[in-house]
């Protein structure tokens, strides 16, 4: 579905020596975007049609935490619905939610499947599914709470569905890994295994407190490309930057290489202010195989996008790697 794309692009601006950029317009969408919102940010998009289609968090001015669809010609300019989304039963009747939040979106064969963070007597992993972006169905959770950051392999591993996610707690997380866990029917969940967790202080300080999957993996030649978000507690609490990591093709489980240093972190003002200061949340990357854009959540506020060239990301991470 992302081969060939008329994906957003703006090239590295001159004089520029990081291996991922920002969009010069960023934040590409404000937190006031439709009348209700509070804040519009970490978000997920994908190809749709001619276009792009996308699933957004937009707390409204209760600070209410819900997600909505909407539609863009070129990826940088979206119309929001103004409602959120109603989700139909899919495999389920139980389709009770006290919040959603923190989207993503993967194509799998013959739908666009949507994981979110689901309030059901605590955060939990959301899954439902759309062909339109007009008409949703809800799933049964996979897991129990409490777990976030729930991400689609884009295609089956070994005959299953896979995820990554990050078992938590219910507040504000001051621990975090990375797990996997398989399905054959995207209803039941299991053969939980770790697959990356934080590095010791001082090390690689930036993802030292917890590290969360990001944008939806995708397929090079060296591996599984997964861009995640690492956390470190700072004295002005937590700092949350963008790092990468490329998994074994056939066994996701496998780290191969991942960044000791991070790819992006909060530095432009619309990182650094907001409703949560120094936050770089990585949602969803769109690719052609050559680049890629990834959007990402700043400040828990808004939502920016940065660029880079495939080749290069691998290179990097493969230069720094900590393994």
Request: net charge negative; with cysteine; proline share 7%.
């Amino acid at each position: 579905m992302t081969e060939k794309i008329n994906m957003p692009w703006e090239e590295r601006p001159a004089g520029c020596t990081d291996v991922m950029w920002r969009y010069s317009q960023n934040p590409v969408i404000g937190r006031y975007h439709i009348p209700s919102s509070n804040s519009i940010f970490n978000s997920a998009v994908v190809p749709f049609k001619d276009g792009f289609a996308g699933v957004f968090r937009c707390d409204n001015k209760a600070v209410q935490m819900n997600i909505f669809a909407g539609f863009s010609k070129d990826g940088i300019h979206w119309e929001i619905n103004h409602e959120p989304i109603q989700f139909k039963a899919g495999n389920t009747d139980m389709i009770e939610s006290e919040y959603k939040y923190d989207p993503r979106v993967t194509w799998i064969e013959d739908r666009y499947w949507i994981t979110w963070c689901n309030g059901y007597h605590g955060p939990t992993i959301g899954i439902g599914y759309t062909f339109d972006f007009k008409e949703f169905f809800q799933c049964e959770n996979a897991f129990l709470p409490f777990n976030r950051n729930g991400v689609l392999f884009p295609q089956k591993i070994n005959g299953k569905y896979a995820m990554l996610s990050r078992p938590s707690d219910n507040g504000h997380t001051p621990f975090g890994d990375i797990y996997i866990s398989y399905s054959p029917d995207m209803k039941y969940w299991g053969e939980h295994r770790c697959v990356m967790k934080v590095t010791p202080f001082p090390e690689s300080a930036w993802q030292c407190t917890k590290i969360g999957a990001g944008s939806v993996p995708f397929l090079t030649e060296a591996g599984w490309l997964m861009f995640y978000h690492g956390v470190i507690t700072t004295c002005n609490g937590f700092r949350y930057s963008m790092g990468a990591a490329i998994l074994d093709k056939e066994n996701p489980e496998k780290v191969l290489y991942r960044t000791r240093d991070y790819l992006l972190a909060p530095a432009a003002p619309y990182e650094l202010q907001g409703d949560v200061p120094n936050v770089v949340f990585p949602c969803a990357a769109l690719q052609d195989g050559k680049r890629v854009a990834v959007y990402y959540g700043a400040a828990d506020t808004v939502v920016g996008m940065a660029f880079g060239y495939i080749d290069e990301i691998i290179d990097y991470v493969k230069r720094t790697s900590i393994l």
